[in-house]
């Protein structure tokens, strides 16, 4: 299972996060404290009886002693963090510009749904929708105007056509006319012209030449003579008269008439297709005017609605009950500056799309805890975790891992080396009922990575380290004697003990005082019990990966030292700390990746100094001694 957030955009703001690093180290010193009471049992609990034939027992028993087992115990890890809701409503700002806060829902109230949660300055989104609605009437109007012009266009280009249609239509009527009627007509009368001065032609001859006749014969005056023969001239007049006229219409009226005709038929047409095309010009030119101002129109009105929406989302209503809880109250302070717009509150700029509120449906908690990263690779789901809420009265709740995080988290401008996991931590509802707990509640939590059974066991404080071997203090007789050991896995308290020791043996857990311990080389045999072997140089060193490899970064000069040879081994000598917030030497743990050497994480745990990853995926050990000046001095005079 995930945790589900439902994004509301709209204005709103948070309660959770800030959390005072003086009040967490007020914790840590707490815990620290716990630890070192705890530590003090286990002392107790592991020392060997005073009494007894076994020979170890001579010595006189003290809480500084512990005796070898045969045990199990768990290994966990403690980290920190705070609860949060599986379910929640972000409550976003949906204005498009920057606002500030008019009106404000107090944080930490319930709410139910469709009450006001904010309300955001809407005067220049007002002026805005006012001056937008003037530009949407005034788009009307054009649109309008564009629509009229594009019909009158069509009538204009309808009338025009018919016009032109009928020119075309005329001119080849004129034409069919004057080629089957004019031109026959003409013909006609020409030949009618032509037959007519013929035959007065002929009939005017004969009477001139009867009337000569007569006149000769003195039965016609001279006049009449004369009179004949003018009218007889004449004819001859006409019938060459009526020639020409019918060749001239033939071969210069008739072609005329017919390009007449038929340019004006042409013409016609031509002026036909200009039209059509000079009225598909003026109706795209229409057309285009009116998609524009129609497109103008839906803009306009588009922008309007939008004004009106943001005008809305100036109101932010709940969408479903839940408990109010500020976004400014849920910052975790690691990122640099934190919330530099101050708290939510009237008055404050609230920015596009800013995370304002959330709504959490506090009746679903979970725990978000953060781990190290050389620890998330053994956290896996269904692991048990121990949840201590302290907002409860340090009340304890158990759950189990539902989910480690992708991708680690730094440490931000505070310790940017820090790389750390979120685990999202399912509790157990049944325990949660009335509890009255809330998101960014801060919690301790204790993640249960394994179980050692039945293991040779000792305290972990008990181990120390010098260069490259891990040795225990052993009890012989009224004094100790540094043996080496092959540590296994191990807890915040306990560490497993491969080899190098018998349960019964008696350990020092502190470090040694001045005449306390036998001066006394290695054992070369125990050495290799532990698996160490001795190098050329008698120095001893890890053979065959028994044997716990030291950090290359360890030093080869005098013990506690911790400076380098050239040979690289680590020489250095102290105690062995805990792992990272309980790691075990089976967890890698990339140096780089290791908290600073002394400081604590977020969790409050201590780190061991110098970790590093074994080959075979153990941790390696810090060279660098954590005992103090005064300790380590007196511990090098014991050796020598």
């Known amino acids: 299972m995930t945790t589900s957030t439902t994004s509301i955009h709209g204005p ?38 005073a009494g007894g034939s076994n ?38 700002s949906r204005l498009e510009s920057s606002s500030t806060i008019v009106e404000l829902t107090p944080e930490g ?36 105007a564009a629509e009229n012009g594009y019909n009158i266009q069509v009538n204009e280009n309808e009338s025009r056509l018919r016009q032109s249609t009928s020119k075309v239509t005329l001119a080849k009527l004129a034409l069919e006319q004057w080629e089957k009627g004019d031109v026959e007509k003409r013909r006609l009368e020409l030949k009618l012209a032509m037959d007519k001065a013929t035959r007065d032609h002929d009939r005017l001859k004969d009477k001139v030449f009867r009337s000569r006749l007569l006149h000769g014969q003195g039965f016609l005056s001279k006049n009449e003579l004369e009179l004949d023969e003018i009218s007889f001239i004449e004819a001859l007049a006409a019938v ?51 998609t524009n101002r129609r497109k103008q129109l839906a803009v306009r009105e588009e922008k309007l609605r939008n004004l009106q929406n943001q005008f809305a989302s100036s109101t932010i209503r709940a969408p479903s009950d839940g408990l109010v809880v500020y976004a400014t109250s849920m910052s975790s302070g690691r990122g640099f500056g934190g919330d530099r717009e ?47 809420v302290d907002a409860a009265g340090g009340k304890t709740y158990s759950g189990r891992v539902e989910s480690t995080s992708v991708l680690a988290e730094t440490g931000g401008w505070r310790d940017p080396n820090l790389r750390e996991y979120t685990v999202k931590v399912a509790l157990d509802q049944s325990e949660l009922e009335g509890e009255g707990l809330k998101p960014s509640m801060r919690v301790d939590a204790i993640i249960t990575l394994g179980r050692v059974e039945d293991a040779a066991s000792i305290p972990v404080q008990a181990v120390f380290n010098e260069g490259a071997v891990r040795f225990v203090y052993r ?59 001795l190098d050329a140089d008698g120095k001893p060193v890890a053979s065959g990966g028994g044997g716990d490899r030291q950090p290359r970064s360890g030093g080869g000069g005098p013990p506690g030292t911790g400076s380098p040879n050239s040979a690289g081994r680590g020489e250095g000598r102290g105690r062995i700390s805990p792992g990272p ?35 075979g995926g153990e941790l390696e050990t810090p060279s660098a001694t954590q005992a103090q000046p005064r300790e380590a001095a007196e511990t090098g005079k014991a050796s020598r």
């Open 475 to 533: 009890q012989d007789g009224m004094k100790f004697v540094r043996t080496p050991v092959r540590m296994g896995r191990r807890s915040d308290t306990f560490a497993e003990i491969t080899a190098g020791l018998a349960p019964g043996a008696v350990v020092l857990v502190r470090e040694p005082t001045a005449g306390e311990v036998m001066t006394r080389p290695w054992d070369k045999a125990a050495l290799e019990l532990a698996g160490y072997s």
């Open 240 to 290: 060459d008269k009526s020639g020409k006229d019918n060749e001239i219409y033939e071969n210069y009226r008739l072609p005329e008439e017919r390009e007449r005709f038929t340019s004006a038929l042409i013409e016609a047409e031509a002026e036909l297709e200009r039209v059509k095309m000079n009225n598909e010009i003026e109706l795209a030119s229409k057309e285009a005017a009116r």
């Open 12 to 49: 709103a703001t948070g309660i959770l996060g800030g959390k005072s690093r003086r009040a967490g180290s007020r914790r840590l010193m707490a815990l620290a404290g716990v630890a070192v009471v705890t530590a003090g049992i286990v002392y107790l609990a592991w020392r060997p009886d």
């Open 55 to 92: 020979p170890t027992s001579q010595a006189p028993s003290s809480s500084d002693r512990a005796m070898v087992r045969l045990t199990s115990f768990d290994i966990t890890t403690r980290c920190s963090g705070e609860l949060e809701a599986r379910h929640q409503i972000e409550i976003r």
């Open 581 to 615: 917030r309980g790691n075990s030497p089976e967890s890698p743990a990339p140096r780089e990746d290791a908290s600073k050497p002394g400081e604590k994480g977020d969790s409050g745990s201590v780190v061991a100094e110098g970790v590093e990853t074994k080959a």
């Open 342 to 388: 101050g708290p939510l509150q009237i008055g404050r700029q609230v920015f596009p799309n800013e995370l304002l509120m959330i709504l959490p449906d506090t009746s679903d908690m979970m725990a978000s805890v953060r781990v190290q990263e050389s620890l998330a690779g053994r956290v896996r789901p269904g692991q048990v975790v121990t949840v201590q």
């Open 109 to 144: 109230r319930s709410v139910r749904a469709g009450e006001l949660l904010v309300r955001l300055n809407s005067d220049r989104i007002e002026q805005e929708i006012l001056e937008q609605t003037l530009q949407v009437e005034s788009a009307r109007a054009e649109l309008v």
